[in-house]
């Protein structure tokens, strides 16, 4: 989740995908073991911020060259 996080305000090209692989990772730990666990819903938020992120790069890419222009 903190991948997630920072990877929205800080450099979303390297850490949202991180986030979206700790996030899968982090929820099939969890299935596989439900009981050790109770931490899902931050696993699910991991995920869902790196998709978001990674939706975002394109977006700030063209911001970034509209801008330079």
Do not use: H, W
């Not at 931050?42 to 911001?63: D, E, K, R, T």
Request: net charge positive; with cysteine; charged share 10%.
């Amino acid at each position: 989740m903190v991948c997630g996080i920072v990877g929205l305000i800080v450099c979303s090209i390297v850490l949202s995908p991180v986030a979206l692989g700790l996030g899968i990772s982090a929820k099939n730990e969890i299935d596989r073991n439900p009981g050790a666990y109770t931490n899902r819903g931050q696993a699910q938020a991991g995920f869902v911020l790196g998709i978001i992120g990674i939706c975002l790069i394109p977006v700030s890419l063209v911001v970034l060259s509209r801008l330079n222009n």
